[in-house]
């Protein structure tokens, strides 16, 4: 009852503006998904401030910061690409009700046509069929697709891709088998 | 205790038209959980059987089956019961609307 | 240049039979709601509305869901909105909690206690919203939007629609905020847009037969959460009747006709 | 013993008239079976002619094989039975319905589908058998909802 009475009589929020303060009082942790979520990083403030459209000047200045946080590993970054259509199809990571720690998943499909195979993909995200079929499959286009995967922000500072890398959810060599899926000739990708 | 069965007969285009609901969690040999499915159900129409069916673990938990009698009048009875493979079973019975 | 970009149309471009996919999914969830068993979860509704139960051992037959004490019918329609009693905005399921501790004398914590169900024994909120829900067939869906309260909550709302955050940076906005796209096979409602708020709305609490369960519109808001890779919002939290608020006054004016079935 | 498939054996019209006298036995072998083939041979349903006469309405794309609506009319004269067979699942008999000359050749139900698969719904009437065949597919899905 009594805590029945705290919920009822909370003042209302005056403006809108503290969402992070409402954040703050209406989650709670749940497994792996603790508090410290909700808090913006620097480059999610720019992006909630300026609805995604930061002024240029300054998504190149956080762009660049995003760069930083790649490493990118030595030698071809093209992994298995049977590997990495396994995690192109799965969704596992990172929510209060997977594993921690893994093992996780990239969720490809959810936004991006990749194999002819797969019917069901998602179109949140540009189709990546016959993407290296396309654009070959050398040094450059490996760094590339590497980076993107592990940080997106580095290329598009307020783009809707998850910094899969960056965040934990994906391991080096998980990203470079999702390398081998997009650009192995042999991958389904790009028959 | 089996859960609620929910049945409408409607007169359409001269016959009867039977849409009966019913709660039952049809679990299959691959759901891990005991089997447990409807095996059989029955309609009838004022009291006489007028279909029968058989069925397995593939029908969808809490069935909704549609079935058509032949012609019927306002106030006909129809009965619509179910037994499944616990031997545990439900009825429902209404009048055509 | 200009040959390459028609080679990249070619390769891109979304093969013609998406078109006809498009058509046979929504064949698919016009015949899933003609054989849904939804019905069945409104009659378990209607007898725990009917139970007495909790200390005071009474029903919620008494109970104002905005339109009189023990008016059900076209209710859900009119929700969220400004209690004045509670003085604060609530939605279904915060009102119905209102009700379970203020007639039937239970605590926050025991009516929480299990507010998501599973396929063997649904919640009693479940039961209860499709019940009242289903109350509202064909009623426009008329949430308040008039009262400051009303005013701040559908701010707050908005705002937390958009706003990104946690580890994968998403926000609602990430998944609804672009005309014609899809998760998957799904189609993905831009539910910041009347026209695409609505048919949303008007279908919602629903009967998912992925999982054969009833789920409330506090679980769609929690579980969208969860995916986002967030924190739990709190049930029945001022967050999420903010969210509901948002969604139910953008989609308003649609006829009610759920509960819905879905995928 | 008077059951409704004995009697049509013996292919006596007239008799059909005659509503179940008892409910038949479940099927065991038919629905043990885990070939389509098996499952035909389980309710003596071997050999069926295709047929246009059968109509099967569904979706061509489930977005969820836990529920997969089917709906089937059967345009056969004298049909008595209607049997569905999902050929890919574990189980492939889904249902069998028989009808007195008081119900229509005709059900609407849900089905659980394993994997994409073509849909067999096998028609009896006058101690024949005829088929149609539709291929649903089953797809993977998102969030959404």
Redesign the interface.
Known sequence: ?R??AV????P??????D?EK??K??????GQ???D????DA??RV??ET?DRPPAELAKTLEADQMKTIAFPAGSLIGSWQNGERIA?GGRG????DKPGGPNDGSC???HQLSPK???????G??L??FG??RGNGPEIQKYVYGKIYNA?AYNLCS?M??LGY???LTEAQIKDLVGLLLDPASPVNQ | MAGPMKMRATLAGGNTEVRVLMTHPMTTAQSGQPLHFIQTVTVKQNGKPVLEAQTSQAVSRNPVFSFRLKGGAKGDKIEVSWLDNKGESNRIEGVVA | MKRLSL??AL??C?PAPAQD?KKEIQKYQQMIADGSPVELFEIGGEELWKKPQGPKKVSLEKCDLGRGAGVVKGAYARLPRYFKD????MDLESRL??CM?MLQ?R???E?TKRVFGNQDTPSEMEYLSAYIAGQSRGEKMAPGTTHA?EK??F??G???F??????????CA??HG?E??????QD?PVLSKPAAARPVVATWPAYRVSNSQFKTMQWRINDC???M??????F?????I?VNLFLAATGKGEPYRGPGTKR | MNSLRRTLLGALALTVLKPFAALAAWNNDAFGAKSAQDALKGIGATGAAPSKDIVIEAPQIAENGAVVPIEITSNIPGTTSIAVVIEKNPFPLAGKFDFTQSALPYVKLNVKMGETSDVRVVATAAGRHYAATKEI?V?????GG
Not at chain 3, 180 to 185: A, D, H, Q, T, Y
Not at chain 3, 229 to 234: A, F, I, S, T
Not at chain 4, 139 to 143: N, Y
């Open positions: 009852m805590a029945f919920l009822l009589f909370v209302a929020v005056a403006l809108a503006q969402v409402v954040l009082r209406d989650f709670k942790a749940r998904a603790t508090m979520r909700v808090l913006p480059l999610q992006c909630n609805n199809q990172l929510t209060w009700s499909y959810n936004c797969e019917a069901s993909f998602g179109t949140l540009p189709s069929y016959r079929a396309v922000k809707q998850p910094r965040s934990g959810t | 080679l990249l390769a891109f979304v996919a509670a003085d604060r905005v909690l209102y501790s004398g605590s926050a914590e009516a309260k701040e909550a701010a707050l908005e705002k937390l958009f706003h990104r955050a946690g580890p994968w940076d998403f926000s990430s998944c672009e014609n796209k899809r998760i998957r096979m993905l959460y969860r995916q890779r967030m924190p739990e919002p709190v029945a939290s001022e967050a999420t903010a | 597919k797809t993977i899905g998102g969030c």
